[in-house]
């Protein structure tokens, strides 16, 4: 690895001095050169070079997009790439390949060598396609491998399970399983805590030097903590509701906060806004579509509007307080989430099955 992304900074520094960023005019320009100044073979020269090409490829799409205002903000210009000693390297089928019993056979500087592998979804091995990433992380090596899964047909579906997402319980299901978001909750609020913290202590004007310059140091350190501590969940209930659907033969309705932040805002505390801010429901809606789509389970996004407001059993408006739902017509009371989640899928199974209609319609006058 070292000794590749040593003979990348070669190639980098060539391809800036030169201004010669295509693949094919650059593999012509260093090639023979690479070769003859390293030890890598002939293939792990070409990757090295396509390596190279990538990543000024990438700089140059990140600053178009810094101009047309669709990337971050700032005044970076394209500047000579440098990389890592031990940076990520590209090994392809030609240096390395898969052997029975859980070994891979992978080219190094002494000849190739046979490693055995731990597989997580060895399922997914007849569909291997492309390059895989060789990386090295907490003094362990690591292997990406791309492949191509095809996407299985949907099957029609009659019946939908309504998900309902929300801060206090991140995801409650038509089917009364409640995802708690009671330990995410908490961690976002000891990162606040201690945000501001920092905070106050770097602009307080009796500190010395050194501690605002921690104090500076330590969110970097801590970034993207929250966003890791949030993610790991979102996989573990977005798993688990479309286990659940593809189980029970239902497709998944979910419904649509495109814009509830502008609209949830307006004349709310400080400490709500944050926490709506901070609220990854689409996180987690993008884990639950791709994740349904690779079982064959078919998802449809509803609009949630008085979701959390009308009865799931007679379909008037009733009153909900805080996490309790009740109907002033028919007498019913139960978990408001759980009852929203069963609005949810309702008016798509309805669509579906035009004869149960009545599923969706209501007296006209309450009940005596």
């Known amino acids: 690895m070292k000794q590749a992304n040593a003979v990348c900074d070669g190639i980098s520094a060539i391809a800036w001095e030169e201004k010669c960023f295509n693949k094919i005019n650059l593999h012509h320009r260093c ?26 490829k990438a700089d140059k799409e990140a ?7 669709k990337g971050k903000t700032g005044k ?14 590209a090994y392809d089928a030609r240096i390395l390949s898969y052997l029975p019993g859980d070994c891979v056979s992978i080219w190094t500087m002494g000849g190739r060598i046979r490693i055995p592998y731990f597989c997580f979804n060895p399922e997914y091995f007849p ?3 492309g390059e895989a990433d060789l990386l090295f992380k907490k003094g362990k090596f690591y292997l990406g491998q791309t492949v191509d899964v095809p996407k299985p047909e949907k099957e029609e579906v009659e019946e939908f399970i309504g998900c309902d997402l929300g801060i206090t319980n991140i995801a409650v299901t038509s089917d009364e399983i409640t ?4 330990w995410i909750n908490f961690c976002r609020a000891k990162r606040v805590k201690i945000r501001s ?53 239902k497709g998944i309705a979910i419904e649509d906060l495109t814009h509830i932040r502008s609209t ?19 996180q987690l809606r993008s884990f639950i579509e791709y994740k349904s789509e690779r ?4 998802t449809i996004v509803v609009n949630p509007a008085y979701s959390s407001q009308t009865c799931s059993e007679c379909h008037h408006i009733g009153e909900r307080r805080g996490q309790a739902f009740k109907c002033r017509n028919c007498g019913l009371e139960m978990d408001a989430d759980v009852n929203g989640a069963h609005n949810l899928g309702t008016p798509v199974a309805v669509v579906n099955q035009p004869q149960k209609s009545i599923l969706y319609s209501c007296a006209v006058h309450y009940q005596v």
């Open 295 to 298: 079982a064959g389970v078919k």
């Open 197 to 249: 913290s920092i905070q106050s202590k770097g602009t307080k004007t009796g500190c010395s030097r050194s501690t605002r310059r921690n104090c500076r140091k330590l969110p970097e350190r801590l970034s993207g903590k929250e966003r890791t501590t949030a993610t790991i969940p979102g996989h573990t209930i977005s798993k688990s509701i479309v286990r659940s659907a593809k189980e029970q033969g």
């Open 127 to 129: 569909y291997i396609q």
């Open 264 to 282: 949830s805002n307006r004349k709310r505390n400080k400490g709500f806004r944050r926490k709506l801010s901070c609220w990854s429901f689409r």
């Open 76 to 89: 970076k210009e394209l500047a000579q790439i440098s990389f890592k000693p031990l940076g990520a390297i």
């Open 179 to 182: 995802h708690s978001g009671k």
């Open 31 to 56: 090639y023979y050169e690479s070769r003859t100044s390293s030890d890598l073979s002939a293939q792990m020269t070409v990757r090295c070079i396509a390596k190279v090409a990538d990543a000024y």
């Open 63 to 69: 600053k178009k997009n810094r101009k047309s205002g």
